[in-house]
């Protein structure tokens, strides 16, 4: 039987040691790595980002280029009210002038105050047109086809100045709808139908009359008599 020797037992067991702590080094070192927190990834939230900038950007550009299209369209939006067929708002092409826009409304009515305009006049978009009635008093050499200032309203009132007395009291013959829904009881639906009534007779004679408007009967006509003239 072969003799060991205690050198060659010693040499092979610190060999073995040195590979079991490189083993448990290698170990450790992976186990280590794996929890270390990695650096956030940024380039997907970068590019989130740069997106949205991209389309904020092309909105802001298609918002910018409406408004120019729209200024650059070529037509005109105006209001006109007071002695014509139909007051409302009307779209034109550019260069009208306030001969078209009593043409679009269906023209003047026979009550309407010609010597007072100036049909020739150029219009402007959101231009707001009164036309006055027979008997309204109106600038002596109007310059805007009583539009805005010159007649009785303007931008920010749709109200007639000359359809109140020097008491205080609204004209029927003058009155604009916007008048006479200050009075008791008128709401729009009234006020158009006085109007209409108005157009119908050529005016009122009396404030009597006004009863013969559809729906004004004696109760609201009481409620309201101070406050009107003719």
Do not use: H
Not at 94 to 107: E, P, W
Not at 159 to 165: G, K, R
Not at 211 to 220: A, L, N, P, Q, Y
């Amino acid at each position: 039987m072969k003799k060991i020797n205690p050198d060659q037992i010693k040499n092979w067991l610190l060999d073995k040691k040195v590979y079991v702590v490189a083993v448990v080094l290698a170990a450790g070192a992976f186990f280590y790595w794996q929890q270390k927190p990695q650096p956030a990834d940024n380039s997907a939230l970068l590019s989130q980002t740069k997106l949205q900038s991209s389309s904020q950007s092309a909105a802001s550009r298609q918002t910018g280029a409406s408004s120019a299209s729209s200024a650059a369209s070529g037509k005109v939006v105006c209001d006109i009210s007071g002695a014509v067929k139909e007051e409302g708002v009307y779209t034109l092409k550019s260069g009208s002038r306030l001969q078209d826009l009593i043409d679009a409304a269906g023209g003047l009515t026979s009550r309407a105050q010609i010597k007072a305009i100036n049909r020739s006049l150029l219009l402007q978009d959101q231009d707001k047109v009164y036309i006055p009635y027979k008997g309204e008093k109106t600038a002596a050499a109007p310059t805007a086809g009583m539009a805005s200032n010159a007649a009785a309203s303007s931008s920010s009132s749709s109200s007639s100045p000359a359809a109140s007395s020097a008491a205080g009291k609204v004209n029927l013959n003058t009155a604009t709808a916007a008048d006479l829904q200050k009075l008791n009881g008128i709401g729009e639906r009234k006020a158009e139908q006085i109007i209409a009534y108005r157009e119908q007779k050529g005016g009122f004679k009396s404030i009597d009359e006004l009863k013969e408007v559809s729906g004004i009967g004696d109760k609201t006509f009481d409620a309201l008599k101070d406050q009107i003239t003719v």
